[in-house]
């Protein structure tokens, strides 16, 4: 990937970049649609990135160029006007980094990526940390891994209208080699924990991907709220699994779904990591496949080609337990397996996948992984 952003950058600007940011996208191991709710989610960087190479401008002009895109992001730091394509990825991190006082200075580059595009790794906070890191040293201001995330965040609910929680941009900024993150989406606080030894997380994606998933996400987001309202709370993150169960009875169906989800679920988030603390790799996998079906079945945010996947590979040999992971409605699943079955368990699956839907799936091995940074 460095070979192709370096001649890139070289036909483009004549010399070769000395600048180069590294940014990760991400899979949650558990804890799905909790991070709206004030929950507890279990995420980690992983080891495809979005890489910008890049250099200094006498102006206050912003030059990028995408490889893989047709458009280029090019427009003044006092520019803030949304333009309806990537580029407005961009424009959010210098808009914000304006609205937050920033002494802001141009830049040009070349970006490339590997990180799937809709499949739910979260390309788009990839791209806000890594254009983050790029102002940060270019403009010589320091850098907080929690606070920039949390500019990034400010980036994508207000430039963008995106209501997306913290957990993308931090795990993108934060995380670290051969952990994953437990963060508490209340407060922020987090722990790191170590990812057992002798398993792999493989990443299987459907090659389909979302439709319509703003909406529907809006949708749970309000569902939700209603849910917690009903409880007499403002969120379902303080509601206990016994509480829950003691006064369900009169809300409705389709807000007790939601809610019943995302209160297991939390506790679902919590056990795993105690789980990876112990070693305990079957109650990992066992955790994982429950979390499955109850986005499955109550929170309807999977779908039919997901649900194959996760089911072709929880019955291969060495599988711990699947679930799909990120937003839904397409994208991507992840396994937890056996590292000596790995190259068996990849073939099997792909196969499998391929006869039943004739979609031919991609399928990596995923390897925790540092956060944004230069390299």
């Not at 895109?69 to 991190?93: E, K, L, M, P």
């Not at 979302?210 to 209603?226: H, I, W």
Request: overall charge neutral; aromatic content about 10%.
């Amino acid at each position: 990937m460095n070979k192709g952003l370096k001649e890139t950058f070289y036909h483009k600007f004549g010399e070769e970049p000395k600048l180069i940011v590294q940014s990760p996208g991400r899979v949650n191991i558990i804890g799905e649609h909790t991070d709206y709710n004030d929950g507890f989610v279990l995420p980690m960087a992983i080891d495809r990135h979005i890489r910008v190479a890049f250099r200094p401008r006498d102006d206050k002009k912003i030059k990028l160029e995408s490889i893989g895109f047709d458009s280029d992001a090019n427009f003044s730091i006092n520019d803030s006007t949304y333009i309806g394509d990537w580029s407005d990825y961009v424009r959010s991190i210098s808009w914000v980094l304006k609205k937050n006082n920033f002494d802001i200075k141009g830049w040009e580059g070349v970006m490339v990526s590997n990180i799937p595009i809709g499949a739910g790794l979260s390309s788009s906070a990839s791209l806000l940390m890594a254009i983050l890191k790029v102002f940060s040293v270019i403009s010589k201001f320091p850098w907080d891994g929690m606070e920039m995330a949390k500019l990034a965040r400010q980036a994508e609910n207000e430039f963008l209208q995106l209501k997306s929680g913290i957990m993308d941009q931090l795990i993108c900024s934060i995380g670290r080699v051969g952990h994953a993150l437990l963060l508490d989406c209340r407060d922020l606080s987090l722990d790191f924990v170590t990812i057992p030894p002798n398993v792999k997380i493989i990443i299987l994606d459907t090659v389909t991907r979302r439709e319509l998933v703003d909406s529907k996400y809006n949708e749970r987001v309000k569902q939700c709220a209603l849910a917690a309202t009903y409880f007499g709370y403002n969120s379902l993150r303080d509601i206990s699994i016994g509480h829950f169960l003691k006064n369900k009875e009169g809300l409705d169906q389709l807000l007790l779904k939601r809610a019943r989800h995302v209160i297991y679920e939390n506790q679902r988030t919590i056990e795993v990591s105690e789980a990876m603390k112990d070693n305990d790799v079957n109650r990992i996998g066992r955790l994982m496949s429950e979390s499955h079906q109850s986005l499955k079945k109550d929170y309807s945010v999977s779908s039919k080609e997901l649900n194959i996947m996760v089911q072709i590979a929880e019955k291969e040999a060495g599988c711990f337990g699947a679930r799909m992971t990120g937003a839904g409605f397409g994208g991507c699943a992840i396994a937890l397996i056996d590292e000596s079955f790995k190259e068996e368990f990849m073939r099997n699956v792909f196969n499998n996948y391929f006869l039943k839907t004739g979609i031919k799936p991609m399928i990596y091995i995923s390897s925790p992984s540092s956060g944004v940074r230069l390299c």
